[in-house]
């Protein structure tokens, strides 16, 4: 059956309540902002703007809105970035013991979304991820996992400076097909609440895609 068409109408209110999201959150960043901001993110301050890298590009925030590389991020990646920057906290991103999302509080009605749009959207993309694998981790901020990771191979990637991603792949075989897991650095939920956490692992993905 042919999906159902998209209403470019509901579209627009969409980008429009993430637009508005996104101010109200930078509004309660900048009202103050916080003196160790640059620091918790970490980030690079110049004036009243903060510069750090996220999902593969030169991410500024500053009073009037998100950039993300060139152009003004209003959309979820934009949320996430607020969201992140709301909750920095002076501690570091501790990657291990890494955790399945399944394993972070109040996942469960986002368990299956994530397994669809940040895990499964990649399975069919291994040999091309496996080729790139350095391009990718390169551009993410990441490197290629140990060989104590379980799967054929993985990457270990930063979509935002504090909260990595521990991808592990396994190539199809006789008896079972091609398939992703995606884990969470072990204290993302510090920087993140649950749901962003699932849009962070689905961007990421996106993101990979892209890169390929």
Do not use: W
């Amino acid at each position: 059956m042919d999906a159902e068409p998209v209403n470019p109408h509901e579209l627009d209110r969409q980008m429009s309540n993430y637009a508005d999201i996104i101010k109200q959150n930078l509004d309660r960043l900048y009202s103050p902002i916080s003196v160790d901001l640059a620091d918790n993110l970490p980030a690079q301050h110049v004036g009243e703007n903060f510069v750090f890298a996220a999902f593969g590009e030169r991410c500024q925030i500053g009073p009037h809105g998100i950039k993300l590389g060139a152009a003004d991020e209003t959309g979820p990646k934009g949320v996430i970035i607020s969201l992140y920057a709301l909750q920095a906290a002076p501690v570091c991103c501790q990657l291990t013991p890494f955790k399945a999302f399944r394993e972070i509080p109040d996942s469960m009605p986002y368990v299956g979304a994530f397994a669809s749009r940040a895990e499964r959207v990649l399975s069919y993309q291994i040999d091309g991820i496996e080729h790139h694998a350095d391009r990718i981790a390169n551009q993410l901020s990441g490197s290629q996992g140990s060989d104590n990771d379980a799967g054929d191979f993985s990457l270990i990637v930063y979509p935002l400076p504090k909260v990595a991603l521990n991808y592990i792949f396994y190539r199809a075989d006789d008896d079972f097909p091609a398939s992703v897991t995606c884990l969470f650095s072990n204290n993302s939920g510090t920087f993140l609440p649950t749901d962003a956490l699932a849009d962070t692992g689905e961007y990421t993905s996106k993101k990979i895609l892209d890169i390929l």
